[in-house]
């Protein structure tokens, strides 16, 4: 009832400002679900802006220890960054696979974003502990500081991001494409992706402008 | 319960969904969004390591190939547009980025003002003493 007040209208007044809509009923709970996650990412991007301003503020600040020029590895960061992209790309595709029912192709989607966020999480992981070996912690200077707390708890959002994959899989496999499950995986799917947008954030300002000399 | 999962034509989209498109359209949004995004993450790591270009331009070229990134991955990857169907998500979204610019940026700006203001830390000692 609510199209034929509103059909008319589309064009002249897309947003449907000037109308007055009769109360189609509250939004499906798809939609509620997703909104309400998507606030919550919003929010968590509003907490990575509070690292990304430390950094910002304190990447000078390296008290006699090494600048980011000294200890960033470029091909890393690259293998890193290809490796979240294909991922976001394979995580879409498992989305789709699940919204037209295709268990084989949601495996097989699912299967690859998760070796891809781990091999992500294996190289940082790694670029981590090398830094703390030699020397470079967390406590070494304010700039490491911030660099680790960034970087770092883009990783914890990885790994629970893997975890949550994992359980996306388990809940398919024992419940199947029931309408819940599909919720929790649309949500999924923002979060991998909003994870990926953030990443694109940390290599440009983190690694490519910290790393200049 | 209330678990549909079709949308009626002329509701709102939840973030993150796209209006009805065959498969094939669907996995072509993703692979151009792909592209786009290899080629601008490509663009980034050659400004960034290359002596052809001014070197002082870096930064912000730097900051612009983010920028227009995350773009790309908003609308190929969250599928947020600017339909009628989009506009809470819309609005949400350019919430969370007033806030984000405010805090990035007035943190930038007040400290660098800071910096430039204090006296030289080893002052500030002889100072107290």
Redesign the interface.
Do not use: E
């Given at each position: 009832m609510?199209?034929t007040a509103?059909?008319g209208h589309?064009h002249a007044d897309?947003?449907?400002i000037g109308i007055v809509i009769e109360h189609?009923g509250?939004?499906?709970?798809?939609?509620v679900?997703?909104?309400g996650?998507?606030?919550f990412l919003?929010?968590d991007?509003?907490m990575f802006?509070?690292f990304?301003?430390?950094y910002?503020?304190l990447s000078g600040q390296t008290a006699g220890g090494p600048s980011g020029a000294e200890i960033f590895e470029?091909r890393n960061v690259?293998i890193e960054?290809?490796c979240l992209?294909?991922s976001?790309?394979t995580c879409?595709?498992a989305s789709?696979a699940a919204d037209?029912r295709n268990r084989f192709w949601f495996y097989l989607g699912m299967a690859v974003t998760c070796v891809l966020g781990l091999i992500f999480l294996v190289i940082e992981f790694r670029e981590f502990a090398d830094l703390v070996a030699r020397g470079y912690g967390p406590s070494r200077s304010a700039f490491l500081t911030s660099f680790f707390s960034l970087v770092g708890c883009h990783g914890l959002h990885v790994s629970a991001g893997v975890l949550w994959l994992l359980t996306m899989m388990a809940q398919v496999f024992a419940k199947g494409f029931r309408?819940?499950v599909?919720r929790r995986m649309?949500c999924f799917?923002?979060f991998w992706?909003?994870l990926?947008?953030i990443w694109?954030?940390v290599?440009?300002?983190v690694y490519?402008?910290g790393?200049?000399p | 319960m209330s678990d549909q999962t079709h949308i009626p034509a002329g509701h709102d989209l939840a973030p993150g969904e796209e209006e009805q498109h065959s498969v094939g359209e669907r996995i072509l949004g993703y692979v151009v969004g792909l592209v786009l995004a290899l080629l601008l993450t490509a663009t980034s790591f050659f400004i960034a390591g290359t002596d052809l270009v001014w070197q002082p331009s870096i930064p912000v070229a730097l900051i612009v190939l983010a920028i227009a990134q995350m773009g790309v991955h908003l609308v190929f990857f969250l599928h947020i547009t600017t339909g009628p169907d989009n506009t809470n998500n819309v609005l949400a979204l350019a919430f969370g980025l007033l806030v984000v610019f405010l805090v990035v940026g007035g943190t930038v700006w007040i400290m660098s003002h800071l910096n430039g203001n204090m006296p030289p830390m080893d002052q500030i000692m002889r100072m107290r003493t």
């Open positions: 609510s199209m509103t059909v589309a897309p947003h449907h189609p509250p939004a499906s709970k798809r939609i679900t997703a909104y996650f998507w606030v919003l929010s991007i509003v802006s509070c990304f301003a430390a910002a503020v470029q690259a960054t290809v992209l294909l976001s790309f879409g595709m789709i037209v309408a819940d599909l649309m799917a923002l992706h909003a990926d947008i694109v954030g290599f440009s300002v490519l402008l790393g200049a | -």
